[in-house]
T-cell receptor, first 114, second 109 residues
Framework: DGGITQSPKYLFRKEGQNVTLSCEQNLNHDAMYWYRQDPGQGLRLIYYSQIVNDFQKGDIAEGYSVSREKKESFPLTVTSAQKNPTAFYLC?????????????FGPGTRLTVL | EDKVVQSPLSLVVHEGDTVTLNCSYEVTNFRSLLWYKQEKKAPTFLFMLTSSGIEKKSGRLSSILDKKELSSILNITATQTGDSAIYLCAVEAEGKLIFGQGTELSVKP
């Protein structure tokens, strides 16, 4: 079964803690993306990677970090520097990072900071 | 600054009604416009539009792009309760997707 998986589905974090969200895809896609979704604000791009060992900041990268050591995996770390991390996080992938490639989304992780 | 704006932000209709959702954009180097449907979790792809004036259709859903007006509409005819969702519009520019705020559609029986 090909697809994108994200884990965990729900995550609770205390203030001041770093937490890592997992995103794995077995679609053989080159490009992967992380978005944050808040009510009434649509999706905002955090980081994206068009190839292994390379990634770029999106519109709201502050307080987040990523790595892309393997094609299949693009974990996102929410650091204690992120001032308002409670949100729904979506990972996506596409065949390549070009405009003609549709992005496919994972099921999301809902992060709540206590 | 690139931006995508959707309207209305929310909409409540009854089964059988026809709805039109709007998306307008201002981006540098437009490449394509995409519509997604999001029901609680992962957005699912509906349409990709690259050429102006050509309607894309899938069952009761259809969409068209107007590059002159920098906008797109998504039509849903004979709505059903299963159409209740957030509809997201996104524009691809310079290798990234820029999303609008979404339109939350609620279809009442």
């Amino acid at each position: 079964d090909g697809g994108i998986t994200q884990s965990p589905k729900y995550l609770f974090r205390k203030e001041g803690q770093n937490v890592t969200l997992s995103c794995e895809q077995n679609l053989n896609h080159d490009a992967m993306y992380w978005y944050r979704q808040d009510p009434g604000q649509g999706l905002r791009l955090i980081y994206y990677s068009q190839i292994v060992n390379d990634f770029q900041k999106g519109d709201i990268a502050e307080g987040y970090s990523v790595s892309r050591e393997k094609k299949e995996s693009f974990p996102l770390t929410v650091t204690s520097a992120q001032k308002n991390p409670t949100a729904f996080y979506l990972c996506a992938s596409s065949i390549a990072g070009s405009g003609t490639d549709t992005q496919y989304f994972g099921p999301g992780t809902r992060l709540t900071v206590l | 600054e690139d931006k995508v704006v959707q309207s209305p932000l929310s909409l409540v209709v009854h089964e059988g009604d026809t709805v039109t959702l709007n998306c307008s954009y201002e981006v540098t180097n437009f490449r394509s416009l995409l519509w997604y449907k999001q029901e609680k979790k992962a957005p699912t792809f509906l349409f990709m539009l690259t050429s102006s004036g050509i309607e894309k259709k899938s069952g009761r859903l259809s969409s068209i792009l107007d590059k002159k007006e920098l906008s797109s509409i998504l039509n849903i005819t004979a709505t059903q309760t299963g159409d209740s969702a957030i509809y997201l519009c996104a524009v691809e520019a310079e290798g990234k997707l820029i999303f609008g705020q979404g339109t939350e559609l609620s279809v009442k029986p």
